[in-house]
């Protein structure tokens, strides 16, 4: 599975591929404005 949320990642069940950087999600949040 690809995803933006790294929060998949604490789950065995899934293989996770995280697409975006820490730079590209720290971008992301404050585009979001989180």
Do not use: A, Q
């Not at 604490?10 to 591929?17: K, Q, S, V």
């Amino acid at each position: 599975m690809l995803t933006i949320d790294d929060d998949f990642e604490r789950f065995d069940e899934f293989d996770t591929e995280v697409i975006l950087s820490p730079d590209e999600f720290s971008e992301l949040n404050r585009f979001l404005g989180n």
